[in-house]
């Protein structure tokens, strides 16, 4: 049984708005990340003369908001003071909040005349996955997580009219309604991108007080336990106990976003050999990285690591875990590949690269070449262009 006949709705795609299907791409919360970054470079590709796009925040003149200024914005007519996270317990009062918060939103959808929604992460699913289809636009269900998550399995066929993963490894396996039909489309990258890798070199060596024969490793994301930044840590200091150079790790991101209390910081303090500087957040992040001489990605079940890719483009050498799409990004020798939880493994890896210059230049090669090909922003743009055109047609 498909979605409408669940909801009793029949299909309906609203008039386009002067001559353009109108789509909508709400936002819930208020932290940046990578799939604003990707939807950034989606609207950027965009024929806006094709399209009218509208672009819900949940916070008004909040970080998300502001990094799309420029583009069209309503506001949520349903934002709650204590949002729906994935993962709570849903109880009667979560229930009847957010079908209450469904059907202010459906009543939206509709006086603006949506014939499609595009969601991009969890909370924004839950949150407008069911307004969407009472207010019969149909909704793209843009998958960047787990291929397990409890709401791409049983929510997304039920109410997707399509979903489309950031990887193979974010495809589900279960292969009923919306599922049956799921493919990847990779995110969006500017591949012109470049970065003076000596000059960004010399900008963090000044910074952190280092001298010129420093290995310089990367880590960049939140501090959270899938990223395993302990790991990370724990890799350094291996590191620099098989290297005859100073060995320095830098970690990039806020520091606020992280699940492990002040375990972190402890366990930096503790090293023995190395170290470790907690760098904030920087950016443009691929400037950062092109400093760096190694992108170490210790992170597990990552549907697949914007910053694997941007490595990839500036030339930075990458040892990442296999796991999750980390071995789809490094097809093809763009990369190193080590066990999951092994930073020992992830060291020997790092100085056997470091050990090796021809090799390594080899791979950066490969890698650069590779990115170009198969993560453009032109054809990540042109695949969701024509599932817009597809399902947003009257």
């Known amino acids: 049984m498909n979605a409408f006949a669940m909801t009793g709705l029949a299909p309906r795609v609203p008039a386009p708005v002067e001559g353009r299907p109108t789509i909508c791409l709400p936002f819930s919360g208020d932290e940046l990340g990578g799939s604003h970054v990707s939807v950034r470079g989606l609207l950027e590709g965009l024929d806006h003369e094709r399209y009218r796009i509208i672009l819900v925040p949940e916070v008004s ?67 407008w996955a069911l307004a969407a289809r009472i207010a019969g636009a149909r909704l793209l269900w843009h998958h960047r997580g787990d291929p397990e998550a409890k709401g ?54 000044q910074r952190i007080g280092a001298s010129e024969d420093t290995v310089l490793c990367g880590y960049f994301g939140n501090f959270i336990s899938r990223k395993r930044p302990l790991e990370f840590v724990a890799a350094v200091e291996r590191l620099a106990e098989r290297s005859e150079r100073p060995v320095a790790g830098l970690m990039f991101g806020d520091e606020s976003n992280t699940d492990l209390g002040d375990a972190l910081p402890r366990r930096i303090e503790a090293m023995r050999r190395g ?85 390594a230049q080899a791979m950066r090669e490969v890698a650069s070449a590779q990115a170009r090909l198969r993560f453009s922003s032109e054809h990540h743009v042109r695949q969701i262009s024509r599932i817009y055109d597809r399902l947003a047609s009257p």
């Open 61 to 127: 003149g909040g970080k998300i908001a502001r990094s799309f200024a420029g583009y069209e914005q309503k506001a949520d007519p349903a934002r709650s003071s204590r949002p729906f996270v994935p993962g709570e317990p849903f109880g009667l009062l979560k229930a009847v909040q957010a079908l209450s918060g469904a059907m202010k939103r459906a009543r939206f959808l509709r006086c603006e005349g949506v014939a499609l929604v595009h969601t991009n992460d969890g909370r924004t699913h839950a949150s």
């Open 275 to 359: 170290a470790v500087h907690m760098m904030g957040y920087c950016s443009p992040g691929h400037e950062w990285l092109a400093g760096c001489d190694l992108l170490l990605v210790p992170a597990a079940r990552e549907p697949l690591g914007r910053t694997l890719v941007e490595a990839m483009l500036v030339g930075t050498l990458v040892v990442a875990t296999d796991s999750g799409g980390n071995a789809e990004a490094l097809h093809g020798g763009c990369g190193v590949l080590c066990p999951l939880d092994d930073p020992d493994a992830m060291a020997a890896a790092a100085a056997e690269l470091l050990a090796d210059g021809v090799k």
């Open 152 to 205: 791409l399995r049983h929510v997304a066929p039920v109410l997707a009219s399509q979903v489309v993963t950031v990887s193979r490894f974010a495809l589900p396996s279960t292969k009923r309604g919306a599922l049956s039909t799921a493919q990847v489309v990779y995110s969006p990258f500017n591949t012109a991108i470049q970065a003076d890798r000596a000059s960004m070199r010399a900008r963090i060596l």
